[in-house]
């Protein structure tokens, strides 16, 4: 381990693992993975890999990855649900290849990405 | 770092670790192996949550779900629902009341929704063998503000503004007690942290130390800063064998990253810190006699002056400050002196940690802000009395401490409100007892406690406490005389007044407070010879009703001296000269046949 010098080295540290409290409050943008038996079996899995690099790609961590049960569109699975601003914006069918673009899009810059949205609801 | 989408948080504090919450933290591990999650759900061990009856606590971010009574069996159930299909096991989430089924979410709890969390910060929501946990949360932020940019006169201006006070018991101004020490000449100074956490009931040190190691440690380094000392003992008992090993694992990680040892941070300032283990005796806890001990001697108080700032560890001027006192000194300096101060009462500004215990609904550990009342504390976050039972006192303080009634539950809780009406602070045991405790065996409780651990220096401590002791269980055995009620308090002001340290000059307390508040049951056990909470068993009968017992058997069949004797659907009687009154009978009758008085 490096010694830590300076103010400027603990806060390097504290950034690294701001993911534990970021992890641990609950709080700002939300990405939620249709997990019922249909989503599992349509592809949700691949899809929360794919979410879980492409945060880490980005290097985000103020955003909470969770999981849900059948919300009753199943044709529709693999289903994705984006939280940000009090609004929930739900995607389906995702791909792993439609990922990136949620996350750029809507994670980051808060644009709905309209090709790949199925509904709202505040 | 490794990024993960979602952190279970399993208690490891000692109450959860003894309810099975290591088996859990396995299973855990293995499951999500299983099922290949491993790589994006990370399980950490937390300090004590402080809702220690309900243990072992499991909390589940991002969602921040509260589960309790956790056993290994339930892991598989909890990570298929939960971590792998987004569903809260709502058998196992925490049910508030009737009008409340189910609170799946840890901030609507009633036991944490009226607590302000300082010193606790971390306790429960980080892994305290891991420091850059620690780190993430602000830790050694203090420090580094500390050591960059404030004179050590700068530091403790601030801690006197804070206006934060020993957490001890005392409640002696840190701020005030530090300057005395920096003022004082020498070449070497120490600090010390008081872990000699002793009261019966008492846990709020060693959860602290369990669960977040590294803020007692950024706090006496502040401190040593702030009054010139570069070395430090951490005086804990043995019995903590848990607290010992993470501070331990917690002095490594800040050695690693040279946080301990010579120039710290870049500058000037250096600092070691020691573990001294205490074998456990209740007088350590006073400061002269705790030195005494890290020294190497037999443990006993001295009289004072000097005081440590000036003549204390190796003659050397220290300070001495308790777990919870030093737990506080980061989170002041890193959010400052005004918001530490704008919490509390005029003279009692924060927060304080009280170990809630005894025939309370939830039992466990709660930091409340000062100025509360009692009955917030008892009846809000406690939940009430078990089985709704009547409210009958509150032990507050310790051995040290006193017992308070219903009239005083609307008190508001600071130094001065406990000391005015004969308890004291202390260093925040809560016992609460309803109306099958006796108040005098309350008081014998306390007395046989500092009695057998009074060091004996002191005449009036060694002699006087003795004999108020032989003096309360001859009223419990029904022979007192209206007369020793006077002799014990004659007993009591001497006790206290002849005693050099804390442990006798308080000792008399609970027989003094019991005394003034629940005489009429000292009468009682003394004039009709009988004991009204039916809790001392030599004074106490049991009988049978004819008219109500069924002549089930029940009672007989679990009696452990066989001295139940009847037929079958015929009236049961019990033999009294046989009768040990250990009360088996009551319980068991179930049609309430069983008296006792």
Known sequence: MAKIKSLDDLRKIRESTSDLSSART?????????MGTCGIAAGAREIMNSIMAELARRG?????????????????????????????????????????TIVAEHVVNGRVVDSLAIGRAD | MQIYRSHILVCGGTGCVSGGSKDVIDEFQKELERRKLDKEVLVVHTGCHGMCELGPIVVVYPEGTFYCRVQKTDVAELVEEHIYKGRPVSRLMYAGSEEMPVVPHYKEIPFYSKQERIALANCGYINPDNIDEYIARRGYEGLGKVLSGMTPAQVIDEMKASGLRGRGGAGFPTGLKWSFCAASKGDKKYVICNADEGDPGAFMDRSILEGDPHCVIEGMMIGAYAMGADEGYIYCRAEYPLAIQRLKTAIAQAEEYGLLGQNIMGTDF???????????????????????????RRGMPRPRPPFPANSGLWEKPSNINNVETWANVPRIMVNGAEWYSSMGTDKSKGTKVFALTGKVKHTG???????????????????????????????????????????????????????????????????????????????KFFLTFVQKESCGKCPFCRIGTKRMLEILERITAGEGKMEDLDTLEQLALMVRTGSLCGLGQTAPNPVLTTLKYFRDEYVAHIKDKKCPAGACTALVKYSIDPAVCIGCTKCARNCPASCIAGEVKKPHVIDSEKCIRCGNCKEVCPVGAVSVE
């Open chain 1, 60 to 100: 985000i961590t103020d955003v909470a990855v969770q999981t849900t049960g059948c919300i009753g569109m199943c044709e529709k699975e693999p289903l994705v649900d984006v939280i940000r601003d009090g609004s929930r914006v739900t995607y389906g069918p995702v791909t792993p290849g439609d990922v990136a």
């Open chain 2, 365 to 443: 550990l709660v930091e409340v802000p000062m100025g509360i009342t009692l009955r917030e504390i008892i009846f809000d976050i406690g939940g009430g009395i078990l089985d709704d039972k009547k409210f009958k006192a509150v032990q507050i303080g310790g051995p040290s401490g006193g017992c308070l009634t219903e009239d005083h539950l609307d008190a508001k809780v600071s130094y001065e409100s406990l000391t005015a009406l004969g308890a004291i602070m202390g260093s925040g045991g809560l016992v609460v007892m309803d109306e099958t405790t006796c108040m005098v065996d309350v008081a």
């Open chain 2, 270 to 296: 250096s600092f070691t810190v020691h573990i001294k283990e205490g074998a456990g005796a209740f007088v350590c806890g006073e400061e002269t006699a705790l030195m005494a001990s890290i020294e190497g």
């Open chain 1, 26 to 34: 609950g709080q700002g943008t939300v990405v939620v993975v249709g």
